[in-house]
């Protein structure tokens, strides 16, 4: 794929592309929140679905800058194809030294998935190859790979958010204060989240989680590690 093709794809369908920075989002909080046992959408406002990939965007621009780069490298060289998912493996193992609250489950996961988005990009390009209509096919088969891409790193995403929380009790440490009560998280009753009406408690012990009003909440404080 030349890259001039590449580009007129991703400019063309700016608008379409944000649809699945927002689907990205959706999902990714589904995921997280029903592990719990919360269905997520009762608790969000709809101006909320706007913003929710804003703290993702830079996964997802990953996501889309490491697509293209193979649909590029793919179509430029045969050689040497694999240079791309292994400068992501070692970007990432290098990632994982410098910063101290990533852990390796989540450096494993991406890696997995980047892996198995090159070689489904692999496939990608032979079926374009195949067609008899060369833009349309890959305009097509460019925004499937994305959406696919973009929805399954949310679903990785939530799940390694997920097991951070829950296992490795990321939240260790962050004090709630709320109507008369303060709550100090710890293993048995922690904080897992927050949308802009409701804040979010884990109880270990009955495995539920109550769901607080933030016009309850007078402060949160964040342990810094």
């Known amino acids: 794929m030349k890259i001039e093709l590449l580009l007129k794809i991703l400019f063309d369908n700016t608008t379409l592309i944000a649809i699945f920075f927002a689907v990205g989002g959706l999902v990714k909080l589904f995921t997280y929140y029903k592990m719990f046992g919360i269905y997520i959408y009762e608790f969000i406002d709809i101006k909320e679905v706007v913003t929710l990939f804003i703290n993702n965007l830079l996964g997802y621009f990953l996501v889309i800058g490491f697509i293209a780069l193979a649909l590029l490298r793919f179509s430029l060289i045969e050689q040497f194809v694999f240079i791309i998912p292994i400068a992501f493996s070692l970007f990432s193992v290098i990632y994982l ?63 390694t958010e997920f097991y951070k929380v829950k296992m490795k009790k990321y939240y260790s440490g962050t004090k709630i204060i709320y109507n008369s009560e303060e709550l100090n998280s710890d293993d048995n009753k922690y904080y897992i989240g927050k949308t802009e009406k409701y804040l979010f408690i884990y109880d270990e012990r009955v495995k539920a989680t109550e769901a607080i009003p933030m016009s309850e909440v007078k402060k949160i404080i964040f342990r810094k590690i």
């Open 97 to 159: 030294f410098i910063r101290k609250r990533v852990l390796l489950i989540e450096i494993a996961a991406l890696n997995i998935l980047f892996w198995l988005l090159f070689f489904v990009v692999q496939r990608l390009l032979s079926f374009v190859k195949e067609s008899s209509s060369a833009f349309e096919s890959t305009k097509n088969y460019t925004l499937l790979i994305l959406l696919f891409s973009l929805i399954v790193y949310s679903i990785v995403n939530a799940l």
